[in-house]
């Protein structure tokens, strides 16, 4: 079964059409690329799947029970992982206080000592050494920043990781790297939706689907 199902959505900002009889079915263990022109709504679509924002119409699904049935922070701060387009971290905190802070946002069980363990673990996981870990995000590199937007959606473990442009500001090697650690979530079973406009991202991914631009259509 689907873990998340897109069903006929149609989305407005006001009388401003931007999303038009979307339907689609991810599963577990994919990776998934959106593509489409700027503008042509895949981030807005990202905010839609994340709860972020509500359907003008039509439902989605997570696991089968529509989203509209799901308390919005549990889904949000629990089954979905988002990693922004900006990051969206607190510059003035470590990485690792980063990831500590999102688990304690999802109630995550555990002593601070053992989710301190649990996001050092995971920061090296995506690369970072405990010297990084440490480090304040405004002195790390956007590569790194990268990670720990990464890091950060894998604190408490969701099934499903959506990702806004994860590549778009980094060099060829780090979206290779990048795109590797999305790869192998997928291989243990997280459902991993991407968006982008490369085609080489595209390439690496299990399937896409392109959004087009509703005045072009
Ligand atoms: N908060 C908003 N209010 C009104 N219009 C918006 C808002 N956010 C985005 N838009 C418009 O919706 C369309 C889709 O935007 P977006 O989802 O950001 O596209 P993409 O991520 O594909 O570049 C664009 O025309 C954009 O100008
Ligand atoms: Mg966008």
């Excluded at 022109?37 to 003008?56: D, E, M």
């Excluded at 701060?77 to 922004?84: E, P, T």
């Excluded at 996001?119 to 990084?132: T, Y």
């Amino acid at each position: 079964m689907a873990v998340l199902s897109l069903k006929d959505i149609n989305f407005s900002y006001g009388k401003t059409p931007v999303l038009k009889g979307v339907s689609y079915d991810f599963e577990e263990g994919k990776t998934y690329c959106i593509m489409g022109k700027s503008g042509a709504g895949k981030t807005t679509l990202l905010s839609v799947l994340s709860g972020l924002a509500s359907a003008t119409s039509g439902s989605i699904l997570y696991n089968g029970k529509d989203i509209r049935n799901i308390d919005t922070y549990k889904y949000r701060s629990k089954y979905i992982g988002v990693i922004f387009q900006s990051y969206n971290l607190i510059t003035k905190f470590t990485a690792l206080e980063n990831v500590v802070l999102s688990m304690d946002i999802a109630s995550c069980k555990g002593s601070a000592k053992d989710k301190k363990k649990k996001a050092l673990e995971l920061l090296k996981s995506v690369g970072l050494n405990e010297e990084e870990a440490n480090r304040r995000v405004l002195k790390l590199s956007g590569g790194q920043q990268q990670r720990v937007a990464i890091a950060r959606a894998l604190s408490y473990d969701a099934q499903v990781i959506l990702a806004d442009e994860p590549t778009g500001n980094l060099d060829e090697d780090t979206q290779n790297e990048i795109m590797d650690i999305f790869r192998n979530l997928a291989k243990n079973g997280k459902c991993v939706i991407l968006v982008s406009h490369s085609k080489s991202v595209e390439a690496m991914c299990d399937e896409s689907f392109t959004l087009k631009k509703l005045s072009t259509k």
